[in-house]
């Protein structure tokens, strides 16, 4: 974007990872339809068509193959993928080389966090600035995840509302929600999976913390990324030392030196919400006792 005055001319360059196209563009793939793949193997695919490259974190648990997916017409790369994910437990995210990367974020699918950095942040050490946030506005004392029976046609259930309760002790006062969840196969059991996402999700986003640093590298050379369990220890905030998750990093270098700043959370606010691929399980019909 060029620009001008009578002192001055300036062309300012912002840009965007190779991965907007994941999220600008259609998918793109002939028939529509991907058959008995894992995520990763469907991501492959589809990033391809984009000469993106897709790599998997280490110790990720990518899980069994999806039977079938079938890829609405017009819908982005990001939104097809960011669904199977979701699916899986997964977080997908950019590199700063323009790759996509797929890593375990949830609870019982392995510790959230590619990594943990070697050095943290200590107030008085290497902390420059520092201020956090904690907020009760979205939380909930107690929640219900509500699994609706239904009888339609006779071919989905009619077994009445059945409800998943948790509650949150740290919220001091009387605060309700319910959600819906749905109504498939083992929907009680995704109905937990809902209400327990919606207790720890609420919880971890309520408190932050941003911060900058004199370096863009932890004390083993390696940059601040997201997805990266840092060590925190910041008294003049009232935190106790914590293991939170760097949310976004920002690196400057200008004529006030080298600084990042980073937003920090806890874990729990990065576990994906559990979803259902398909929303009705597959109808099925028995002859002579083999099901089809």
């Not at 939380?139 to 239904?150: E, I, K, N, T, W």
């Not at 986003?205 to 997805?227: C, F, H, I, K």
Request: hydrophobic fraction near 35%; glycine fraction near 10%.
């Amino acid at each position: 974007m060029p620009s001008y005055n009578a002192r001055e001319h300036t062309t300012r360059i912002t840009g965007r990872s190779k991965c907007q196209d994941l999220v600008d563009c259609s998918a793109k793939w002939t028939g529509g339809q991907l058959l008995n793949l894992t995520v990763e193997q469907i991501a492959k695919q589809l990033c391809a068509v984009y000469g993106i490259d897709v790599n998997v974190a280490s110790g990720t648990v990518i899980g069994d193959p999806i039977p079938q997916l079938n890829i609405m017409v017009g819908e982005p790369v990001y939104e097809v993928l960011e669904r199977i994910c979701r699916y899986r437990a997964l977080l997908l995210y950019d590199q700063p080389d323009g790759s996509l990367l797929l890593a375990n974020g949830g609870a019982g699918t392995g510790s959230i966090g590619t990594r943990k950095a070697s050095s943290g942040f200590t107030e008085g050490v290497n902390v420059a600035s520092a201020g956090g946030m904690n907020s009760m506005d979205g939380r909930f004392s107690d929640y219900d995840a509500v699994y609706q029976g239904l009888d339609t046609l006779q071919d989905i259930g009619d077994g009445g509302n059945l409800i998943a309760h948790v509650t949150d002790p740290g919220v001091p006062r009387l605060r309700y929600r319910a959600i819906v969840s749905e109504n498939v196969a083992g929907g009680s059991t995704v109905a937990q999976q809902r209400a327990n996402w919606e207790l720890a999700a609420r919880m971890g986003r309520s408190m932050q913390v941003r911060l900058s640093t004199d370096s863009w590298r932890d004390s083993a050379g390696m940059l601040y990324e997201p997805n990266t369990l840092v060590d925190i220890d910041l008294p003049g905030l009232k935190l106790t030392p914590k293991t939170w998750l760097i949310a976004d990093v920002t690196y400057l270098r200008n004529e006030q030196g080298t600084r990042a700043d980073l937003t920090i959370m806890p874990p729990q606010a990065f576990y994906p919400e559990p979803v259902t691929l398909y929303p009705i399980a597959p109808d099925y019909t028995t002859v002579n006792g083999v099901n089809s």
